[in-house]
T-cell receptor, first 113, second 111 residues
């Protein structure tokens, strides 16, 4: 079974702090994704990566950056956290060939005070 | 912009009934279709995938795809209270690595 893990289930940070969210997958998937999920807005794609050091902006990249130094690890960085970044953050991975099935990690509930 | 539309619900059905969840999509070149189940406070879990027109059955779940009409549906037979969750429809196409998700339909199965 594909396993996607995220570094924290719950995180509380203060406005202006730099925040790192980490995601690790163990199935050698090329593609990795970061989403945020908010009530009434569904899943929104922030960034994705299709290979080591390769990244593309999703639908809402403003205020975020990402890093992928190793194939299994994809990090989301909030350079200066703001209250409107309070959300559930979900990481997912998928193989580059065949089905586009995405497998999700357990999520990180981030609160920015 | 590519869109995936779902009725937000809640869709309420009695235990043992068939629950029917629907999803429409705007991009005609979409080729892969997925249903995810998401319990409150949890992450989405893939339950069904379908790629060609027609029906695909897996246990109590049946996915139906009609590309001409651009809709995909999920039927849940013999609904159980444990099926109460939000169901997300997701669509993929060859031009985009990421899936496009609908905002989900909340299903409530009444005991």
């Amino acid at each position: 079974d594909v396993k996607v893990t995220q570094s924290s289930r719950y995180l509380v940070k203060r406005t202006g702090e730099k925040v790192f969210l980490e995601c690790v997958q163990d199935m050698d998937h090329e593609n990795m994704f970061w989403y945020r999920q908010d009530p009434g807005l569904g899943l929104r794609l922030i960034y994705f990566s299709y290979d080591v050091k390769m990244k593309e902006k999703g639908d809402i990249p403003e205020g975020y950056s990402v890093s992928r130094e190793k194939k299994e690890r994809f990090s989301l960085i909030l350079e200066s956290a703001s209250t409107n970044q309070t959300s559930m953050y979900l990481c997912a991975s998928s193989p580059v060939r065949g089905s586009k099935k995405q497998f999700f990690g357990p999520g990180t509930r981030l609160t920015v005070l | 912009q590519k869109e995936v539309e779902q009725n937000s619900g809640p869709l309420s059905v009695p235990e043992g009934a068939i629950a029917s969840l629907n999803c429409t999509y705007s991009d005609r070149v979409s080729q892969s279709f997925f249903w995810y189940r998401q319990y409150s406070g949890k992450s989405p879990e893939l339950i069904m995938s379908i790629y060609s027109n027609g029906d695909k059955e897996d246990g109590r779940f049946t996915a139906q795809l009609n590309k001409a009409s651009q809709y995909v549906s999920l039927l849940i037979r013999d609904s159980q209270p444990s099926d109460s969750a939000t169901y997300l429809c997701a669509v993929g196409d060859t031009g985009r690595r990421a899936l496009t998700f609908g905002s989900g339909t909340r299903l409530q199965v009444q005991p």
